[in-house]
């Protein structure tokens, strides 16, 4: 049974940085995808980050620059580095997976999630 579980969420002002990660078990292929999304109160949910066990990234073109992911060698921990964070980054941030060797762009293609780890900033 694959899972997915956040961490390291939290409150931090305008201009500082949160690094959230995601533990995935459970996949028996090697070859998958995993990524970050988010969700603001009243808002659709949207993609953040993807990546695949060929360690190809996609980025929403709006966050590029300021939010990083990665994931360890075994792709069995995944991360988001969150820098220069804005207010409207608060957000529930969810971490999902599918089994794919690319990554879909769209929120409706991911078939397993996590709970999800609150993120506010504060201006």
């Known amino acids: 049974q694959v899972q997915l579980v956040e961490s390291g969420g939290g409150s931090v002002q305008a201009g500082g940085f949160l690094r959230l990660s995601c533990s995935v078990s459970?996949?028996?292929?090697?070859?998958?995808?995993m990524g970050w999304f988010r969700q603001a109160p009243g808002k659709d949910r949207e993609r953040v980050a993807t990546l695949d066990t060929r360690n190809r990234t996609t980025y929403a073109d709006p966050l590029k620059g300021r939010f990083t992911i990665y994931s360890d060698s075994a792709f069995k921990t995944l991360y988001l580095q969150m820098n220069n964070l804005k207010p409207e980054d608060t957000a529930m941030y969810y971490c999902a997976a599918v089994l794919a060797s690319w990554c879909p762009t769209r929120v409706v293609d991911y078939t397993k999630w996590g709970q999800g780890t609150q993120v506010t900033v504060s201006s």
């Open positions: 459970g996949f028996k292929s090697s070859v998958y995808c």
